[in-house]
């Protein structure tokens, strides 16, 4: 337990269900549920860890009851600290034992590690916000954790407590609505004091402060080993001086260290205008001081050198004191090269220059137990580029560079990374690879969340990764851009060649240069079809927020690509747009023929194309004498719209979808040029005030 | 709702229906080509592959070379000979452009495209002669036959203005060494399933040795359903790698015409 947490319970096996709000929740691995509380002492909150460290809170765990979905609740005595769930139990009541008499004790914090992350973000609010300023008073009562989230339950239920307890008191199970219903009387043992203490009136004796809370990528804390004050501390003794390192990168510095483009970032919503600084103070005794030619306390508060305020508390008392501070004053880290580790932490000072009213005196004094920082800022956006793209020199992630993709988020301030290179294989190969590098990426911005932006067979080889491999790091948001969701038609045509071209005896590495490559033949619709099967199921659920983005590459509705920018990026040759056409062409042609190829039925369509494919195809006359017909299968000449919108089923999981068609039409490639990131950026940001770093 | 929504709809419904056959069941892609693929000898003699042209109303012939400067040619069974230079007088459509692997679809096959354009054309065997460039001195003698200074790799993708078509799947998303495979070939045209044809299947394994198979529709061994057009073979693969297949199908249409098509797929053996 480290001395922080009163219970540590681990919980293994699998479990699921539905939360309240209707998410849909399951863990398959081992979570440990963690749990502490503070202990009130003639009202003050005593907490044993901190400070002088002079008394020790065990809140044991005795009995555990679990209930399964059907209501019914068996009674597990052991209390070893872990329990294993089957797959119908739906939530886990802790009865923990007491020992002192004369406490009330005040649930401080919870912690969920492993498993069942997205349980904990759905219920993440609702609970926090239970009780009076996000804490719940118990006079005797039960810790239930109900659902995979923890629910304090004291001698009744309190106002405002979440619906979501309701249905779990209402389905029977041991009684929770009083206390004299409780099974087992919950017991603290609690040592307070010391021989120590009683004689030296700067120690802290039963007032401590509470806990330090726990460091995140958005959360940056000093004094949690030990706290920031041995003792409480007088101005003779010299400011209290402390440092919060910050190691998450927010962007593009100045030479100070501060944020080049704090503005701008503030103002799209990308960033938050403060820092929140908490500091826990003792004894500031602000008030009149009964002494004559004594002023009372006053404690200033500067940061990077800047005042920021005064401490404001009581005497005897911890009071924890909260600055905002102007986030153009922090200093950043910069970003390190790709594989280089994590940021260098950037050094933000505090000092506290105590008893500033009483110069030359030593009349008051106070103490700090510790520091927090804490700020909102956008995750990163990892770029995942295509197939192929690992062949023939083409850069990788480049691709979204030299394209001008990456225009857009530059203009924005926004951070992405380029590193991610996939080896040309099959989807799930792709996906363990991500699995492998997007912690890498995280790492090198400081940070537990990303977003992934993905084109063509990047996007199936992230749902891949989404959907079989668990990182530390979350993904927020999926976005793909053209990705062959339901395949192509024209990886069957390549893939076909490459087959051919090795029965002749061409080895498998030189048709991977030369656009035959490996990776084909798991982006045609029999492969894709077979890919959904087994992975829409596993995504189902997830975290993770899709988002598809299509293209049709026929701008004025002609279904000929004769424009350049129809064309552009596709083709750099003579007879371009003839080229371009072809292609345009060819790809709805093959899937009406081969739906009119399964079913047999009619296939007048398929001819209807065929006849005007042919047309294109007899470049003497292009553009053709005849238009042809509207009613197409529009696509960006390499996967067709429908396809990259995931109809085949990956559709349903998508929260938003993007059809860029008309004068915005684009095709495969352009898919990467500008214009395109900046109608992306909405989902990113509104993803990331609802569960990301923004909310 | 546009027309062009209407045709999304109808598309993304027939992948819904698609995907909901699916199940353990193969899933075919279908091939609107037929393919063919040679490597040239640079220098050697003018190499020939043969074409046979069932009943169509057009058929394009899309021939592409890693040689830049081969010498492309089309012969038709009534003796005429297409070049890009006098297709054109022929009444023939020709166009020619460079593949590249970013460019999308048939055109990431990187190499010189030639695009042969016939309407009503002859029925019979066609030949594509290329002459491919002279070696480059001082290219490696025993060179593999890949691309390279010594050969060129030449692909010929056709395609028939008619609805006879050829799908082939695998019964298994991957292999496993030892375990058969089922290699499944359909043919069919509008009117219904192409029986009485001839599947030859070649499968050539990661260390280059090659077996040749032969699909049944016949409704015995490992055949579900005799005379559906699905010709069903089976193969146990020995060693982890990427396999390659080529399917072969000849036969006669409803029309009594000949056909033939090949294409080919990959699969992978863990």
Sequence with gaps: MGGQWNAEITLSGASNGTSPSGVAWSFAETATIRVRFDVLVDGQVDTPDRISRTGVATLSVSTYFVRSVNGTVTRHDAGAGSLTLASEDQGVVLVMERTAEGCTYVFSSLQLVGGIRNVLDDYEYPFWTFGPVGRHELSGGHVYFGSGAAIIIGGSLPPGAPDLLQPIVEGGGPVLTSAGDIPIPWQVAWRVGGPDVENDSRVLRTQYSSPAPDASDRQFVAGRERPVSAACTFASEGPIAFEIPITRHVGELKEDGTLRHADELIHAGFLSPTLTLLVPVYDVDGGPTGSPGRSPEVDRVLFNGEEIGTLTGANDAWTVNRFEVDIRRVRFPSLPDVGGGPPTAAINTIEVRVDTANPGTDTWCTAVAWGSASFKAMSPIVLVH???????????????????????????????????????????????????QIPGVATRFGVDSVHIVAHSKGGLDARAFLAGHRTDTAVLSLTTLGAPHD????????????????????????????????????????????????????????????????????????????????????????????????????????????????????????????????????????????????????????????????????????????????????????????????????????????????? | MNARTRVLIAAAIGLLSNAARTGAQPVFDTHVYHQTVRAVLRGGPVEKIEILVDPSSVVVFDI?????????????????????????AAGVGYATF??????????????????????????????????????????????????????????????????????????????????????????????????????????????????????????????????????????????????AVTALVDGFDVTGARFRRQAGFTFVVD
């Design chain 1, 487 to 695: 395949g192509t038609v024209g990886a069957t045509l390549l893939a076909s060649y490459r087959a051919l071209a090795m029965t002749v005896g061409v080895d498998g590495e030189t048709l991977d240069r030369i656009g035959l490559n490996k990776g084909l033949q798991y982006v045609t619709p029999g492969a894709a079809a077979q890919f959904n099967a087994s992975n829409l199921p596993r995504l189902s659920g997830a975290l993770t927020r899709f988002f598809t983005v299509a293209a049709d590459a026929d701008q004025n509705g002609n279904a000929l690509l004769e424009l350049a920018s129809e064309w552009e990026s596709l083709r750099d040759e003579v007879r371009l747009s003839f080229a371009a056409s072809l292609l345009y062409q060819l790809l709805p042609f093959v899937e009406l023929s081969r739906q009119c190829g399964a079913s047999l039925a009619s296939c007048s369509a398929a001819l209807e194309a065929e006849a005007c494919l042919m047309d294109v195809a007899s470049p003497s006359a292009f553009p053709p004498p005849r238009p042809c017909p509207s009613d197409f299968v529009p696509n960006d000449a390499t996967v067709s719209v429908a396809s990259s919108l995931g109809m085949g089923g990956f559709h349903a999981l998508a929260h938003a979808q993007r059809l860029l068609n008309g004068p915005r039409g684009r095709n495969h490639a352009s898919l990467l040029e500008p214009g395109v990131a900046s109608g992306i950026v909405p989902w990113l940001l509104t993803t990331e005030t609802e569960i990301g770093d923004l909310r």
């Design chain 2, 98 to 243: 460079a593949g590249g692997a970013e460019r999308g679809s048939l055109a990431s096959f990187a190499g010189q495209h030639h695009v042969f354009t016939l309407r009503a054309p002859a029925v019979g065997r066609y030949f594509v002669t290329v002459a491919a460039s002279p070696p480059v001195a001082g290219a490696p003698s025993g060179a593999a036959r890949s691309p390279s200074d010594k050969y060129a790799l030449v692909g010929v993708s056709v395609l028939f203005a008619n609805t006879l078509r050829l799908a082939t799947a695998i019964d298994k998303a991957s292999g496993a060494v030892g375990q058969p495979l089922q290699l499944l070939v359909r043919v069919s045209e509008e009117a219904g399933a192409v029986t009485h044809a001839r599947a030859h299947l070649t499968v050539r394994s990661p260390n280059g040795a090659g077996q040749a198979l032969t699909g049944r529709d016949d409704g015995a061994d490992v055949d579900v359903v005799a005379g559906d057009g699905v010709y069903t073979c089976s193969f146990a693969p020995a060693e982890p790698g990427e396999y």
């Design chain 2, 64 to 88: 592409t070379s890693t040689d830049a400067g081969a010498v492309v040619q089309l012969a038709a069974p009534d003796g005429r000979f297409f070049a890009p230079d006098s297709a054109a």
């Design chain 1, 386 to 436: 295509g197939n192929g793209a690992a062949e023939g020199n083409r850069g990788y992630g480049r691709q979204f560079i030299n394209a001008g993709f990456t225009k857009d988020l530059d203009e924005q301030h926004l951070l992405y990374d380029t590193s991610v290179a996939l080896q040309t294989g099959t989807i799930e190969g792709g996906g363990a690879q991500l699995a492998s």
